[in-house]
């Protein structure tokens, strides 16, 4: 899998030649690639918003070094199911795991 900085340099060169000498164009364009990572790793409060349907996400509980995992969220329950030592009461946030 490329890191995000090398997808990042795959997406800038994938303009055109005659593009390429525009140095706004470019910066406008790396820009907007980091706003897109940025957003993608957004964790989402529980409070603000949950998953509108029964679904796979990561979770994120309380403490000072927060458990990450694995969560089925089941929409009729309003229920996270985490797969590892924390339990629905200490989900704070999550966020969806999709790569497209």
């Known amino acids: 899998m490329k890191t995000i900085s090398e997808a990042k340099s795959d997406y800038v060169i994938s303009i055109s030649d005659d593009i390429l000498t525009n140095q706004d164009i470019i910066e406008q364009r790396m820009d907007s690639f980091d706003a897109g990572v940025e957003f993608c790793q ?42 590892f030592l924390i339990t629905n009461e200490q989900v704070t946030h999550w966020r969806p795991i999709e790569r497209k």
């Open 42 to 83: 957004t964790w989402i409060p529980v409070e603000e918003e949950l998953p509108e349907v029964e679904c796979v996400v990561l979770v994120k509980g309380v403490g000072r070094n927060p458990i990450r995992c694995c969560a089925l969220f089941t929409p009729n329950d309003k229920k996270f199911t985490p797969d």
